[in-house]
């Protein structure tokens, strides 16, 4: 490992220094090549600050493969010889038959918060790179997403009450890579990041192709920094907006004037008339943003009576009144009565 730190981006002691405040970090691994970096990179900031109590290993058997309790002992060894606490978790009872990728990740989230109240760990820590990053970024822009969305992802997050830090989401996989075999050691192979049936893989494909027109990982990561600035702006505009926006009692209704919507952002507008709907609604499912926006456009230039979000949304003498659903209220009420006491 001597002569990492003199790489551009992989320098130990700059990914790690700005996790001080964290007490005890806990590091997902799971014995890719990734999350070996990872691994290694901790293991050198801790030897070279005397912090290894600081870090634990998690690694995860999700029951899903045959070869992932030999993979999950492979990380406890290699986390043991570089002097790093370990546990192995396994994902125990019955796997649903579809939207598998989605209920391993919520699963393993879980089982890693559990380990990590227990030992006493604050923040996970995962190793989410730039790849990583320019596919998030790819498959929000096909699925619709708005600013929001296409920051991609945030080098601190929280999932529940778990915060989640990603180091690593600047640094090229193949930077990672090459930290691994200077070690010496042979990562795991999943198969599933080989399979064309999940989106993210088939957007991985793609990269290389996109590269070639200039649009590269980099780049796309250097997107989602842009408009990570522009969804903290927007975030900004959009409270100052809210100010506006009269709540009655009990938030059953939420009303704004035309012409303050009409002068605001079009964006700024849409996330107002969006936090009109989710108070009055109470966290009823929303619909796509697209169906906020087109609702959106037609406050600011005409007469609207129309239903969303279990809300009525209606026009009155230059006033847009977001109210409640009668038949939704009746229904919330009537469950209420016969909730248990």
């Known amino acids: 490992m001597s002569g990492l730190s003199r790489r551009p981006g992989l320098d130990p002691k700059a990914l790690f220094a700005p996790l001080d405040d964290f007490h005890c970090l806990a590091l997902a691994v799971s ?43 492979f990380v406890l060894r290699e986390a043991e010889r570089l002097g790093i ?68 992802m945030d080098m601190f997050s929280q999932v529940g009450d778990l915060t989640i830090i990603r180091p690593l989401l600047a ?20 198969p599933s990041n080989a399979d064309l049936d999940y989106e993210r893989v088939r957007w991985r494909q793609m990269l290389p192709q996109l590269a070639t027109l200039g649009l590269d990982a ?43 919507l009409r002068a605001i952002p079009f964006a700024v507008a849409v996330r107002v008339v969006a936090k009109m709907l989710d108070l009055v609604g109470r966290g009823q499912k929303p619909h796509g943003l697209g169906a906020v926006e087109a609702l959106t456009a037609r406050l600011v230039r005409e007469p609207v009576r129309s239903t969303l979000h279990g809300c009525l949304v209606r026009t009155s003498r230059g006033t847009i009144r977001v109210l409640r659903e009668p038949g939704r209220e009746a229904a919330r009420k009537r469950r209420a009565r016969q909730a248990p006491a």
């Open 31 to 73: 014995g890719g090549p990734d999350s070996l970096a990872l691994l290694l990179l901790a293991a050198e900031y801790a030897r070279a600050t005397g912090t290894q109590e600081r870090f634990v290993v998690y690694s995860v058997d999700h029951g899903l493969r045959p070869e992932a309790a030999a993979e999950v002992a």
């Open 85 to 152: 606490f370990a546990r192995g978790l396994r994902w125990e009872g019955e796997k649903p038959a579809t939207g598998i990728s989605e209920a391993a990740r919520h699963a393993r989230y879980r089982l890693m918060a559990e380990a990590m109240q227990a030992d006493g760990a604050t923040a996970l820590v995962t190793a989410h790179h730039l790849g990583d990053q320019a596919e998030t970024v790819l498959m929000r822009l096909a699925h619709g997403s708005g600013i929001e969305g296409l920051r991609g």
């Open 218 to 260: 980099r780049r796309l990561g250097r997107f989602a920094e842009r408009m990570g600035e522009a969804e903290t702006a927007l975030v900004s505009m959009t409270a100052e907006a809210m100010s506006l926006v009269t709540i009655a009692p009990g938030v059953e209704e939420a009303s704004i004037d035309r012409q303050v």
């Open 171 to 190: 640094v090229d996989p193949a930077d990672l890579a090459a930290v691994v075999s200077r070690a010496g050691i042979t990562p795991v192979t999943d």
